[in-house]
């Protein structure tokens, strides 16, 4: 799959619970190394279970490659010379990848922008491809460019690049769920949870943390099923910071009858078929856990995992901080690194967590006094 392998690096890959999405009961897995996460989505869905769970929705399954064109010097009039060749376009787009067409994919929309910059106006084309149930970077990809030679001829310029965008905004997925305010555990606790959310909305050092948080969440799903998580990420945070300002990809509100409601709006640009989806066994075999049948449903559930983990984490913070619920789980690691085995390890990470003190060199001397003279 990649150059110059040498080895690889096994990453643990544990099922969340709990998950209603859309009216049905899914098995969720996630491929994370970190501690707390999966048990946090599994919590956090079982509190809002008995409400309805998540319901979700989505824009669509279309991706933006973009072409770049320079050395123009009417702009404006090169701008309209593309868009009048719309139908031109999308005959050459379309003949790509034709089976892609025959499944009621292909060629949607086309835009044009004009972006100014510090060495001149460059003239942006923005294809607009639906990739139905792939990711579609190779398929957007090789229309950018076969099309990029004609928009240069057309108009008299040099074209540069020619690439998607990782901001799918064309492919955004929406998740909701309430979360009653006796599931919570009061309102003393609800009041708290709208606090943090504000505080990340109006903070972009905050915001970068919530939202870290969120793609603990988010990441692991798309790790499990072999889609690309760089991409994911990078149009998550992009989305972000669309306001011009970073801010948290969740709203949170007090309804009416005084529950928490939670929404989680960003771009998941995921799919069932090709890149590693298609030839990773582990991947395919997770996917089937899932019983997925579009990318789109894929997507909504990745959406509502998002969701859920974030109101883990927030709940964690206001409540008993975010150390206390990864405690165990990371004891037990510091006491596997400081050399204990078997029922040790258990042991050792109770004795370093009683005294407060969970650090390597704590562990070893609770490893000691457990072994005993030797």
Same mark, same amino acid.
């Given at each position: ?208 943390? #919530? ?10 799903? @798309? ?13 998550? #945070? ?34 069932? @078929? ?17 019983? @997925?049948?579009? %990318? ?16 883990? %984490? ?16 990371? %004891? ?33 001397? %609770? ?8």
């Amino acid at each position: 799959m990649i150059e110059n392998m040498v080895t690889t690096i096994a990453v643990p890959v544990g099922i969340a619970t709990n998950m209603r999405v859309d009216e049905r009961d899914v098995l969720v897995p996630m491929a994370t190394e970190e501690s707390s996460v999966i048990a946090a989505v599994g919590n956090s869905a079982r509190q809002c279970y008995e409400s309805g769970g998540f319901t979700t929705s989505m824009s669509g399954t279309e991706m933006i490659a973009q072409i770049q064109l320079l050395d123009i010097p009417d702009p404006v009039r090169a701008r309209f010379l593309i868009l009048e060749r719309r139908a031109e376009i999308e005959r050459i787009c379309n003949a790509c990848d034709p089976i892609l067409v025959s499944l009621g994919g292909g060629f949607r929309d086309l835009d044009v922008r004009l972006i100014g910059t510090d060495s001149g106006c460059m003239v942006i084309t923005h294809i607009v491809i639906d990739t139905h149930d792939a990711m579609g970077a190779n398929a957007v990809n090789s229309m950018a460019e076969r099309l990029a030679p004609d928009i240069a001829a057309w108009t008299g310029g040099r074209t540069l690049l020619r690439i998607l965008s990782n901001l799918a905004d064309r492919r955004v997925v929406r998740a909701r769920a309430t979360w009653t305010c006796e599931a919570i555990g009061g309102a003393e606790i609800r009041d708290a949870m709208i606090a943090a959310y504000k505080f990340a909305d109006n903070d972009p050092y905050r915001a970068a943390t #919530h939202n870290k948080g969120i793609m603990n969440g988010i990441s692991a799903v @798309v790790l499990a099923t072999g889609n690309d998580t760089r991409a994911v990420e990078s149009g998550a #945070h992009a989305f972000a910071a669309r306001t011009g300002r970073y801010r948290s990809l969740t709203q949170w509100e007090v309804t009416s009858g005084g529950d928490l409601a939670g929404a989680i709006e960003l771009p998941l640009a995921v799919g069932l @078929v090709g890149g590693a989806v298609k030839i990773h066994p582990t991947a395919r075999a997770l996917l089937a856990i899932l019983q @997925v049948q579009t %990318a789109g449903e894929l997507a909504r559930i990745i959406a509502a995992v998002g969701l859920a983990q974030n109101f883990g %984490a927030m709940k964690a913070l206001v409540t008993e901080g975010i150390q206390r619920g990864h405690m165990s789980l990371h %004891a037990q690691n510091v006491a596997f690194a400081a050399g204990a085995v078997g029922d040790e390890v258990a042991e050792v990470a109770r004795r370093i967590i009683d005294r407060k003190s969970i650090n390597e060199a704590a562990a070893r001397a %609770a490893l000691v006094e457990l072994r005993g003279p030797a």
